[in-house]
């Protein structure tokens, strides 16, 4: 849940350019598109002693997507992330989870850069 839909089209685009370009970006889309990193809610509904707050912020319901692009403590990661990769390639990203989180990239780059920007989202 990325808080909005993504047309098939860009689904099938990012599957297919992703998995020519490198593993690691084919198995970060696996693990973020099939929530393999379990969440603070969804650990509490196993666990009924733990908290179900975000782990970063405890400020809010730790879910999936929260815990990785809407808590604050995220978004200040992903912003230094976006500030490197700007200062590296000379290419400003939108700041979107689909680019962040899957790598859905829009717009025609280098494969070189692709590449590189890939690996940078995805260490």
Not at 7 to 15: M, S, Y
Request: hydrophobic share 40%; glycine share 4%.
């Amino acid at each position: 849940n990325l808080g909005h839909n993504i047309n098939l089209e860009d689904w099938e685009k990012i599957w297919n350019q992703n998995y020519k370009i490198t593993k690691l970006a084919i198995y970060n889309q696996y693990k973020m598109c099939y929530q393999w990193y379990r969440s603070p809610s969804r650990l509490a509904k196993v666990y009924p002693n733990m908290s179900s707050m975000c782990w970063k912020c405890k400020q809010t319901r730790g879910t999936f997507f929260h815990a990785w692009w809407l808590c604050p403590k995220s978004k200040k990661y992903w912003k230094k992330i976006r500030i490197w990769i700007k200062e590296i390639t000379n290419i400003q990203l939108e700041f979107k989870a689909e680019i962040f989180l899957l790598g859905m990239l829009k717009g025609e780059y280098p494969k070189e850069m692709k590449y590189l920007i890939l690996h940078i989202i995805t260490a």
